[in-house]
């Protein structure tokens, strides 16, 4: 047996998490925020560090305006500015988007380079990161992974790497109380998969295994509350499963379902855990075929069979997304290009993985 397993970010979870360990917070003696257009102050969630901030008499400067699936152009402008405001820690708050760009700025902001050189991870240094996660989904927080939109290959496109993880993250799921239901469901299905995913790779280790069966058996409990919108109760499960679907991923990475999700996002404009939804029929058939036995053990831990599955994503999740034949064609050379032969153990043939998005339309 060999593994390795990494999470060195510090985890502070549980409502109150930032008041009760407030000086944690503080990794440095001028901070820049970076947060979405509205998900810091709705969620409560920037006012708590501003107050952790004011009383600890750090300066610093906030950026209210990231936007879904954050552009790599935009966060170098704000490595610019937090530079220039001479930050020496970055704090990221929000869903996955504003946390990924947070992880960007901490890179910009300490090495003026170009975006080839973040995303081959080649800068040298990065400021520290204090993460305040305001979804229950992208587990983000604890991972070293940032998912950036890259105009120039016209997809997305990711950098992360030991370095990259949040020095450390509050989950306060009364922060998320303030998200809509579909925004809600559309990210307990990223956690999910998450999770589902990080059993099925290929870099699956009794580690993660551990982590992951766990968070699969209390995510089979709530896709009914999910699906009938009785969210009272069960936020504080969804953000314990978005955080282990994160440090599952953190040492696995994705696999097939999300890179063949993330053309439907970029060409699209389908919510990101809503892509993977849409995906997940394409995907059970190709494990059915190539990874029967893992399929078998992530279904059972779920505590749901295959075919309820696929009919739970049908209800909750309908499919109105159209594509022409062509368009396909790109797709699945862009998916191929995310190497899932070496993730999932599965085909790495464009004109395999073209059939697969054609079973969805
Ligand atoms: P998101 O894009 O961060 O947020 C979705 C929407 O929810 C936004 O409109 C946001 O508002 C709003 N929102 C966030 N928190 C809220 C709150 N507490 N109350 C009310 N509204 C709130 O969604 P996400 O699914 O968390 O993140 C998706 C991104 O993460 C994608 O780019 C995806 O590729 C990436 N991702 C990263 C990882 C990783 O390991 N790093 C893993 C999977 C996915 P604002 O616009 O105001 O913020
Ligand atoms: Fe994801």
């Given at each position: 047996m060999e593994f390795s397993f990494n999470i060195p970010t510090s985890i502070f979870f549980g409502r109150g998490a930032i008041q009760r360990n407030a000086s944690a917070l503080v990794l440095g003696s001028r901070a820049y925020i970076v947060t979405g257009k509205s998900s810091g102050r709705v969620s409560g969630a920037l006012s708590d560090v501003e107050r952790v901030l004011n009383t600890h008499s750090i300066p610093y400067e906030v950026f209210e305006g990231v936007g879904n699936n954050p552009e790599v152009e935009q966060c170098k402008e704000l490595g610019a500015k937090a530079r220039a405001f001479g930050a020496d820690f970055i704090v990221g708050i929000g869903g996955g988007s504003p946390l990924d760009a947070a992880k960007a700025v901490a890179v910009f902001a300490a090495n003026d380079v170009e975006p080839e050189v973040l995303f081959a991870n080649k800068y040298e240094h990065i400021l520290p990161i204090a993460a305040v996660a305001t979804?229950?989904?992208?587990g983000s927080e604890a991972t070293p992974w940032s998912v950036l939109t890259w105009h120039k290959i016209k997809t997305k496109m990711s950098f992360g790497a030991?370095?990259?993880?949040?020095?450390v993250a509050f989950l306060d799921p009364s922060y998320t109380d303030s998200l809509p239901l579909n925004v809600t469901r559309d990210t307990a299905f990223d956690a999910f998969t998450h999770c589902f995913e990080s059993v099925i790779?290929?870099?699956?280790s009794p580690m993660t295994d551990a982590v992951n069966f766990y968070a699969l058996s209390r995510f089979g409990k709530l896709m009914e509350p999910l699906e009938k919108g009785e969210l009272d109760g069960i936020r504080d499960e969804l953000m314990l499963i978005s955080l282990l679907g994160g440090i599952g991923i953190a040492n696995t990475g994705t696999t097939l379902m999300h890179a063949m999700g993330y053309p439907l996002t970029y060409f699209?404009?389908?919510?990101h855990g809503r892509a993977n939804a849409f995906v997940l029929p394409a995907y059970l058939a190709e494990l059915k075929n190539n990874r029967p036995q893992r399929l078998n053990e992530a279904l059972h831990a779920l505590g749901v069979s295959y075919e309820a599955l696929v009919a739970y994503v049908k209800r909750c999740y309908p499919f109105d997304v159209q594509a022409q034949k062509d368009e396909l064609t790109l797709w699945a050379e862009q998916t191929v290009a995310k190497n899932p032969h070496k993730t999932t153990g599965t085909s790495n043939d464009a004109a395999h993985i073209w059939s697969l998005y054609e079973m969805l339309f």
């Open positions: 979804t229950s989904g992208t030991l370095n990259s993880f949040p020095r790779s290929m870099k699956a699209k404009n389908v919510p």
